[in-house]
């Protein structure tokens, strides 16, 4: 099994900064994608950003120029520097992992964290 713990969500007020941590552990051979997605009240769950494990990233057009997401491979961990937060991008953020388990198997797997929440005061 895999296991993502986030950590750095909280209060912020408009226009300040936030950021969080996802930390992948348990049965990991290798990490191909980790990434963040969001879900607001009454929202479906949107892509924030993600990053392949070769560097590449991709982010929801609500986000672009404003957050921006790492990742340590040795640490299997991602980051994502929110700034300039809105009070729209008040939501509950989770970390997603596109895992293989096994160097045996080319299986992937995706795994998802518990989320953070993030609100944002005007």
């Known amino acids: 099994q895999v296991q993502l713990v986030e950590s750095g969500g909280g209060l912020v007020q408009a226009g300040g900064s936030l950021r969080l941590s996802c930390a992948a552990s348990?049965?990991?051979?290798?990490?191909?994608?980790m990434g963040w997605y969001r879900q607001g009240p009454g929202y479906q769950r949107e892509l924030v950003a993600s990053i392949s494990n070769g560097g590449s990233t991709t982010y929801g057009d609500a986000v672009k120029g404003r957050f921006t997401i790492s990742r340590d491979i040795a640490k299997n961990t991602v980051y994502l520097q929110m700034l300039s937060l809105k009070p729209e991008d008040a939501a509950v953020y989770y970390c997603n992992a596109i895992v293989r388990t096994s160097r045996y198997r080319t299986n992937e797997y995706s795994y998802w964290g518990q989320g953070t929440q993030v609100t944002v005061s005007s």
């Open positions: 348990g049965s990991i051979f290798s990490i191909n994608v």
